[in-house]
């Protein structure tokens, strides 16, 4: 299924440096609360949003493309199993281990954690930021535009983005 250049430029967030600020308070208060070592918001396209706190890894760009992937993978096993999608993903490692949750329609929150902190705390506060997350980005969903500040997407785009992908491959 193709989208279309009018679609791609409708569907965007349009985040301002206020916004991104309201948004790594949010991550903030999580990590204080929750113990937990890194928060990470990535739209479900596999794009970092923005992150806080301590990851030790050394691509964040690698790891969001990831994150994106696994939980678009997990939506057809959801699928399968006659869910809608699940909305939070946990895995668990030796030394550290990540919870993914939905927040909204276009983002997800990935949480990294290791052993300074639990499961039941991490879950708990990355439920109620998820929440307060949404209401953020509802706001920001629904704010008027200043569509004089923002680049635009040539008209084009969608063909000559085509086009680059033929000719790299």
């Known amino acids: 299924m193709r989208i279309s250049d ?3 430029r409708q569907d965007r967030l349009v985040f301002y440096a206020q ?14 609360f929750s113990g937990a070592r890194c928060a990470i918001l990535i739209d479900r396209e596999g794009h970092l949003v ?28 959801a699928r ?5 999608a699940f909305s939070t993903l946990f895995h668990q490692g ?8 939905t927040v909204g329609d276009r983002t997800l929150l ?15 506060y990355a439920q109620e ?8 980005f509802d706001e920001i969903a629904e704010r008027p535009r200043d569509r004089s500040t923002e680049q635009s997407i040539s008209v084009d785009y969608g063909d000559e ?8 491959f």
């Open 110 to 124: 990935a949480v990294v954690w290791d052993q300074r902190s639990n499961l039941g705390l991490v879950r708990f």
């Open 161 to 168: 983005a085509a086009a680059a992908l033929d000719e790299l």
């Open 94 to 101: 030796a030394h550290q281990s990540i919870q993914v949750s």
């Open 19 to 32: 916004d991104v600020g309201r948004l790594d308070g949010e991550l903030d208060g999580l990590l204080e």
């Open 50 to 77: 923005t992150r806080r706190g301590d990851a030790s890894c050394s691509s964040m760009e690698a790891l969001s493309a990831l994150v994106a992937g696994s939980f678009a993978a997990t939506r057809e096993v």
């Open 6 to 8: 009018d679609e791609l």
């Open 80 to 84: 399968l199993l006659g869910e809608d």
């Open 129 to 136: 930021t998820t929440k307060r997350l949404e209401q953020v």
